[in-house]
């Protein structure tokens, strides 16, 4: 059976999913990229992303991602998720996963 797919803005996410993309691709996403024809036949680039229930493409130039995690402070200056950041991000997780 395929997971429903959804197609969102970057910022648009919630913290919960920002938290486990930023998991999922520790050394940042420009390189993850991938492109598809949207709806109205444009070609768009997007960050692949799964989840128990969802796939998602979170639409995203290559230029888009690399700011993203130039201004993300849970990165270094060489755009890897940074230690504390990542063990924050799983113990955010965590709780919340404790608390449904």
């Given at each position: 059976?395929?997971?429903?797919?959804?197609?969102?803005?970057?910022?648009?996410?919630s913290e919960d999913i920002l938290a486990q993309?930023?998991?999922?691709y520790p050394l940042g996403f420009q390189k993850k990229l991938i492109t598809f024809q949207n709806k109205e036949g444009k070609f768009v680039s997007a960050l692949p992303f799964e989840t128990d229930?969802?796939?998602?493409l979170i639409?995203?130039?290559?230029t888009e991602a690399k700011e993203i995690v130039e201004d993300d402070e849970d990165y270094d200056e060489d755009g890897n998720l940074t230690e504390e950041a990542k063990e924050r991000l799983e113990d955010e997780l965590?709780?919340?996963t404790s608390e449904e």
């Open positions: 059976m395929s997971k429903p797919k959804i197609i969102k803005d970057f910022e648009k996410l993309i930023k998991l999922e229930d969802y796939y998602y639409r995203m130039t290559k965590a709780d919340n």
